[in-house]
């Protein structure tokens, strides 16, 4: 019996200052980025509020994905922007205009007990969308710490009712974290997941902490949306393998691999011409990197 998932989040039209120039209007979205990635593994579900101009592009970006969009709220609102920079490989937040969620009510598929992914977000809503998959059978979180700082006590909410976290350094001292084991303990978290950027991905779940180094020989073009993808590709294949303890460092790389297409490319460009042939040769890297690296 297949695991059914499902990611709530956000679309985004990006403003992408870096290298590569200014971009405009670029599709982007905690929701889109989570969907194009672990639909290269499996189907997936997909929520988020979108405005009416929006509404093509990103039909069209999933078309031939098993991707079910029937969770996209159109609202007579403008869709979610969000303008970074890229410096040093990382991006910085210069801000939102996130009124879109002052329009959008969060539901979620009557007694879902799947797998779930509440992706960054304005954490009101973000809260609001966790306390309603509630009964799934695996709940992960992410973070962008702009809105962790602005909204900690919604943040932590969301935190206190994930089984999964997924935050970079920045967004886990935000929250209050100390010692990442200590941490996942106190916030009675199943793994929490840590971020590294070119440093690779770390879950610390009971007893053992494990790590996955990123593909730094691999160019990077744009960082957007790689937290996402390394939740999906890992949530997607671990689903698929049946969440076994065993099978959790296999799940992280294919995690690690998804982000890595993910930065080759502005927004999510690269991830909307990947292929599954793609994404298993990019597992293979990483399997060969993690090898040597023990």
């Not at 069209?60 to 490989?89: H, K, S």
């Not at 992914?117 to 969308?129: E, H, I, K, Y």
């Not at 997607?236 to 995690?255: I, K, Q, Y």
């Amino acid at each position: 019996m297949t695991t059914e998932l499902l990611v709530a989040g956000s679309v985004a039209l990006d403003t992408l200052d870096g290298p590569f120039g200014t971009v405009t209007d670029e599709l982007g979205g905690s929701a889109l980025y989570f969907a194009l990635a672990a639909s290269l593994i499996a189907p997936v579900r997909m929520i988020a509020p979108i405005g009416r101009e929006s509404v093509d592009a990103v039909r069209d970006a999933i078309a031939g994905r098993p991707i079910d969009a029937g969770g996209l709220v159109v609202l007579d609102a403008p869709t979610y922007r969000w303008r970074a920079q890229q410096a040093m490989n990382r991006n910085i937040d210069l801000g939102n205009r996130d009124s879109i969620y002052d329009h959008w009510t969060p539901a979620a598929p009557a007694g879902y007990s799947g797998w779930a992914f509440v992706g960054s977000m304005r954490p009101d809503r973000q809260a609001q969308m966790a306390a309603l998959l509630r009964g799934a059978e695996l709940l992960a979180a992410d973070a962008m710490l702009s809105y962790v700082r602005a909204q900690t006590p919604h943040a932590r909410q969301v935190l206190g009712m994930t089984h999964w976290y997924f935050c970079n350094r920045d967004e886990f001292a935000a929250l209050g974290g100390t010692d990442p084991e200590t941490s996942r303990r106190e916030w009675a978290l199943e793994g929490l997941i840590i971020k590294d950027g070119p440093g690779g991905v770390t879950a610390f779940v009971e007893g053992r902490a494990l790590h996955v180094p990123a593909l730094t020989y691999r160019p990077v073009v744009d960082t957007t949306g790689a937290g996402d993808a390394v939740a999906a590709g890992m949530l997607a294949r671990w689903s698929v393998t049946r969440r076994t303890r065993a099978s959790l460092h296999d799940a992280l790389m294919w995690g690690v691999a998804c982000a890595s297409i993910a930065i080759s490319d502005i927004g999510v460009r690269a991830l909307r011409k990947a292929t599954h042939e793609d994404l298993l040769e990019r597992v293979e890297e990483v399997r060969e990197v993690a090898s040597r690296a023990r």
